[in-house]
Antibody, heavy 118, light 107 residues
């Protein structure tokens, strides 16, 4: 069974940094592109970016590119999202997804909640 | 960025009813359109890819259609487990973008 489990969320102060992790199981992690998507409290969905199966290429939403970094460790079957200089508008639930060969996000984690507040 | 306009934002409906959710792109997306379902517990699963292809395991009462800038998701006969949020998403042009969502509610 394909599983994606996010962790690392919580309450963080504006301007701080936070790193989310997503541990994958049930499939060969190194065969797939992976992505991050977030959902605001108002239920708006926003694609953050994705990373190639070998980690050699990343693609980001332009509005987040300067503050968010996606990386992966294939030996640990783990995807990461490094968030820096966070703002209140980064308050959201962050989902890790697997991207299949047809570019469909065909598996999603349960989400990690991040609240940015002083 | 391509804007995705999804309508309606909420839809009360009865069991057994046929419903259609629409999604309009701000420019042509060459059928690169997916639909996702989100349950109240937050669980998200893909339903349809490339406009009309059913993801494995998705019941045949779900169908998708469209072309150019206009797309739709139809559920032929609502079952209790279908009451959820639905999102369209384009993957023709980066950044991939989502519609605002449709909440399907039990009438």
């Amino acid at each position: 069974e394909v599983q994606l489990v996010e962790s690392g969320g919580g309450l963080v102060q504006p301007g701080a940094s936070l790193k989310l992790s997503c541990v994958a199981s049930g499939f060969t992690f190194s065969d797939y592109w992976m992505s991050w998507v977030r959902q605001t409290p108002g239920k708006t969905m926003e694609w953050i970016g994705d990373i190639k199966y070998d980690g050699s290429y990343t693609n980001y939403a332009p509005s987040l590119k300067n503050r968010f970094t996606i990386s992966r460790d294939n030996a640990k079957s783990t995807l990461y999202l490094q968030m820096s200089n966070v703002r209140s508008e980064d308050t959201a639930t962050y989902y890790c997804t697997r991207v299949n060969y047809g570019r469909l996000m065909d598996a999603w984690g349960q989400g990690a909640s991040v609240t940015v507040s002083s | 960025d391509i804007q995705m306009t999804q309508t309606p934002s909420s839809m009360p409906a009865s069991l057994g009813k046929r419903v259609t959710i629409s999604c309009r792109a701000s420019q042509g997306i060459s059928n690169y359109l997916s639909w996702y379902q989100q349950k109240p517990d937050g669980t998200i699963k893909p339903l349809i890819y490339y406009t009309s292809n059913l993801q494995s395991g998705v019941p045949s009462r779900f169908s998708g259609s469209g072309s150019g800038t206009g797309y739709s998701l139809t559920i032929s006969s609502l079952e209790p487990e279908d009451f959820a949020m639905y999102y369209c998403q384009q993957y023709d042009s980066s950044p991939w973008t989502f519609g605002g969502g449709t909440k399907l509610e039990l009438k």
